[in-house]
């Protein structure tokens, strides 16, 4: 079965809801501990929970030396995390009980009740563990814009430079601002518009996408109906945006089915007035804008605003990654799983610690 998401780009997966646990005084090294930061102990069933919920999403179950690599990575990250909230804690940064709130609120409203329940069941986690997530992720967050965001600037003279240096890449094709919405004959368990709309079988589909159809064509907004409807889960929260498209991106997306040759027929701003079947499900298609092919220049709102990015992505690397070096240079760090990996390995040639 074609996964829907992977029409665009690959599912975004929760990657962890682990959180380290802190204890008074010097923590004390028991057989379950997998890292001592600062003052905080990181336990090994930490490690093991972000590790099975990883695995649950790869093709294949590691082998030994493999499985024993990521949860050294998942540590890592781990004690990172611990080691920007201890930050974070110091400058009074931790986010509010009201903008947990306020995020688990946005979270969960993706998900039915039922939906949910069972998402937390799948993934063996509690609200707790996801309202923790929650508050280190915001809490980090905030940590980045003090610390690197804020000191951030794109001078005028440096967007010129970096034009000037990269102006063949702005000599563009033609290109076509998609939108579309995608209904598929199947269940999705993860579905992701704001409706929790899901057509499991292939006569619903096609009564959904013919009605949603008629929705569009009778003057309902376009993106509205697909952030409500689209099982689109990467695209769905965007209102369908497909953003802007090449010819060979278009062709690549489905080479056999009508949906390129649609797009090169429709005019700006107008819908595809028939469903177009593909491999994927049924599509309703829209034409935001059509771009010419050639030269585009500074004088282009979209050119400086993508050079302007570019700028600020380059910098924001390079300070995150300064600052990620002197944090970590200023913790106290023993990671008792890796010393407990090179003593096994060193006796035994295997990994058996981690099992």
């Known amino acids: 079965m ?25 923590p004390k090294i028991a057989p379950d501990t997998a890292a001592i930061v600062n003052q905080s102990e990181i336990k090994i069933s930490e490690v093991e ?46 986010a509010s009980e009201a903008e947990v709130n306020a995020k688990f ?17 799948d993934q063996g986690m509690t609200v707790g563990d996801i309202r923790r997530e929650l508050l280190k992720n915001a809490t980090i967050e905030k940590l980045y814009n003090k610390e ?27 290109r076509w601002h998609v939108m579309h919405i995608l209904v598929t004959p199947w269940p999705d368990p993860q579905i992701n518009n704001a409706k929790n709309d899901d057509a499991k079988t292939d006569e619903a589909a ?3 996408v013919q009605n949603l159809l008629q ?12 952030r409500d409807y689209s099982e689109d889960s990467s695209t769905a929260p965007i209102g369908g945006d497909l953003r802007l498209l090449s010819a ?73 990654a300064a600052f990620l070096e002197m944090a970590r240079n200023e913790a106290t760090v023993r990671n008792l799983l890796a010393e407990r990996i090179l003593t096994d390995m060193g006796s035994s040639a295997s990994v058996s610690a981690l099992r």
């Open 215 to 226: 929705r569009i064509l009778s003057g309902e907004d376009f993106a509205t109906i697909a």
């Open 248 to 320: 060979e991106q278009l062709d690549a997306l489905d080479p056999n089915s009508l949906f390129a040759k649609a797009v090169r027929n429709l005019k700006t701003g107008e819908t595809f007035r028939s469903v177009i079947v593909t491999k994927y499900g049924y599509h309703i298609v829209k034409l935001q804008e059509k771009e010419a092919a050639g030269q585009h220049d500074l004088t282009d709102p979209r050119v400086q605003s993508e050079v302007r990015q570019a700028i600020f992505a380059r910098k924001e690397a390079l300070l995150k």
């Open 2 to 26: 074609p996964n829907k998401s992977r029409w665009i780009a690959g599912i975004v997966w929760l990657a962890s809801f682990a959180g380290a646990s802190c204890s008074s005084g010097r």
């Open 105 to 121: 609120t946005d979270f969960k409203k993706n998900y039915s009740e039922e939906k949910f329940q069972q998402f937390l069941k």
């Open 49 to 94: 929970k972000v590790f099975q919920n990883r695995v649950k999403q790869a093709s294949q179950t590691p082998v030994a030396e493999e499985a024993a690599t990521l949860k050294l990575n998942i540590l890592n990250q781990l004690i990172m995390d611990e080691i920007l909230m201890g930050h974070a804690s110091k400058e009074n940064l931790t």
């Open 206 to 208: 096609r009564q959904k």
């Open 148 to 174: 690197i965001t804020s000191k951030i600037s794109v001078a005028e003279a440096e967007i010129r430079d970096y034009f000037s240096k990269n102006r063949a890449n702005y000599n563009l094709p033609e």
